[in-house]
């Protein structure tokens, strides 16, 4: 290793080299990166429940070519004129569309049964609101009504949505409009500006930190100079792998950026304290290689997801932390040989430090009663993945979300749907029947069902015309294809997952003489956060023996391998403290919390260990680099407060307290154990 080292100090430039033949090596695949506001990759495909989501929207239509439009009387004009003209618009940007909207069933029942046209729009509208069918198309408030416009294109035009909020319609107020390319384009709007942004406020502050840490302007150059080619070659591997960036696979890219801070640190930490030669370059490089290691384990430990986009986090970022470990040490001596730092290091970092020394034995208690409380926590850890979280904060398209979730429950609906391939006589009437007996079940706000009447018991029978069994049109059955369809509505999500875990109606499902299944958005996120729950067993379990197996590589002594991961795993208690007190859910990202920082809490460790238990020094200058890089690891994702998205909000946060708690028992706790423990035997 020394020869090595002695190579690169020698060769000043050849990380320079290295760097631009790096970047040159992913510039051909540039052009292929995608920056996407699309939300699959959440599921798991080789999952029967999203095969059987992939053939129920083949069937009945995908999310994606759906349209909701929200329209609500002004007070002034004719309201279901307006209707009418919003319709017409509709039909003519979009050739071949279906429009279902209370309208035209509304104007044909109040001719024939108020004639004289008495009824005021709020009593209309109340009235409609009782009907079996048309109901789903009334705000649970009654003051508007939903047009739904199902078309068959890959993409809209591009001014249809801004053609339908520019037009002034007489009679009703501007229309409120949701669909999954509206949410798409704003997804990756945010995107782009969370990566611009926490960047950007990355290097800024880091600059300031470094110039206030080292009281020189040199520093942060040099930092610069490692950091930037790191977190280009990160952006290039997304054109090299053929992954998009999307709200999950995008947390590489400052994750890197900031590990890449780490590591300058470390080396401008040992510039700082031990002078510049390659003896501290030596010191540095085999623990680092090591922490590098077991960060990019913890991240290849996210293969164990049966998500896409965790797995392809997983790859990005491993690969980056490998790559980034190479560039640093080959930058490093460039930046040592131009770089002198002759301030001390200021006085509160001093005092910290100082305080750390002489407080060991407090904060080694503080921190077993953090343990045994987060055991006694764990328990009321909850998982629950909703793709909801990922809305934008602050975005149009949220706000449309939320209020078409509040008035028409879009989000809490549970289709039972069967098929007949043998074309079995009396098909539709068993499915009928059979779907009739659960309508009385708790927390059902109704049931739409093909053989439902569609009149009131004091009205007229006037079906919707797309509500016949004989149009072809007809969302609930099809009879060229013998396939059933029953949606049920719910008060909650727990209700609707009550319901589907029913022994009794799993066993009637299952005994029907031809294929049936249930269908919802609440069943597959629910399956998701089974499989989160695995995945984050699995890739901890995997993470944790790859690490203790790197440090034994490290120390050559299984004690003190085991003796190693006592300081990352504590810090995740208050993981665990955060998210049970604050009431904050495990979702895709916040559950990943733990992995991550279990990958990069042992880069101080592995240096700890390399420095005590290898080369029988005391810390010395080290504690000061650990001390850099603690505190710019909790700045660098505290900034992730900055992004649009909720999850990446909490993660980051959640990341940031447990790097401070790591920093105080890699400095008190795990130098008492090494004392106490850490000789070999």
Known sequence: MQNLIQAIWNRPYLGLLVALLLLASGLPTAHRIEISGSLSGFEAKQAPIFEEAQRFDSLFGRADQLVFIGLKPSGEGDFWKACAQLERRCRASIPGERVWSPRAFALRYFNLADPEHELGLDSQLSLLKSHPQVGRLIAADKQSVLVVVQHNLETLPETFMESLLADSYDGAETPIVYSIPQLETAIRNSLIRD?????????????????????????????????????????????????????????????????????????????????????????????????????????????????????????????????????????????????????????????????????????????????????????????????????????????????????????????????????????????????????????????????????????????????????????????????????????????????????????????LDFPAYTHSGVLLYEYINQDLARSLFKSLSTSGLAIIFILWLLTRSWKQALIGLIPNLLPLSAAVWAFTLLGVDLNLITAITAVVCLGLLDDDTVHVLYRRMILKEPLGGLEHSMLDSAILLSLGFGLFAFSRFYPTQVFGAVSALVFIVGILGELTFFQQVLDRFGRKD
């Not at 030596?282 to 998500?307: G, H």
């Not at 706000?445 to 009131?456: C, G, I």
């Not at 060229?480 to 369809?485: D, G, H, L, S, T």
């Open 195 to 511: 990566i611009v942004l926490i960047c950007s406020l990355i290097f800024v502050l880091v600059m300031g930190y470094l110039v206030w840490a080292y009281k020189s302007w040199k520093v942060p150059l040099f930092s610069l100079l490692a950091m930037t080619p790191s977190l280009l070659f990160a952006f290039l591997l997304y054109g090299l792998f053929n992954i998009p960036i999307n709200v999950i696979t995008a947390l590489a890219l400052p994750v890197v950026l900031v590990l890449s801070l780490c590591d300058s640190v470390h080396f401008l930490g040992a510039l700082q304290h031990e002078g510049s030669q390659p003896a501290s370059l030596t010191r540095l490089a085999v623990p680092s290689l090591f922490s590098s290691l077991t960060s990019a384990a913890a991240f290849f430990s996210f293969f164990w997801s049966e998500t896409a986009n965790i797995q392809h986090l997983g790859l990005i970022t491993g690969t980056a932390l490998m790559a980034e470990f190479a560039l640093s040490l080959l930058l490093a001596p460039l930046w040592m040989k131009h770089s002198h730092i002759n301030s001390p290091a200021p006085k509160v970092l001093q005092a910290t430090l100082q305080h750390f020394q002489t407080q060991k034995r407090s904060w080694t208690w503080g921190f077993a009663l953090l343990g045994v409380g987060a055991l006694l926590l764990m328990p009321s850890l909850r998982f629950h993945s909703d793709p909801e979280a990922f809305y934008p904060r602050g975005e149009a398209i949220t706000k449309a979300h939320d209020h078409f979730n509040r008035q028409f429950q879009s989000q809490k609906s549970l289709s039972i749907w069967m098929e007949n391939p043998q074309e079995k006589p009396k098909f539709l009437e068993i499915c009928q029947s059979f779907c009739e007996q659960w309508k009385g079940k708790d927390g059902l706000v109704s049931a739409e069902l093909p053989m439902q009447q569609s009149e009131w018991q004091e009205g007229l029978p006037i079906p919707l015309p797309e509500l016949n069994l004989s149009s072809p049109a007809s969302p609930y059955y099809s009879q060229e294809q013998q396939v059933y369809k029953a949606d049920f509505k719910f008060e909650s999500t727990e209700q609707l997952l009550a319901f589907v875990r029913d022994s009794a109606f799993q066993s009637q499902l299952k005994s």
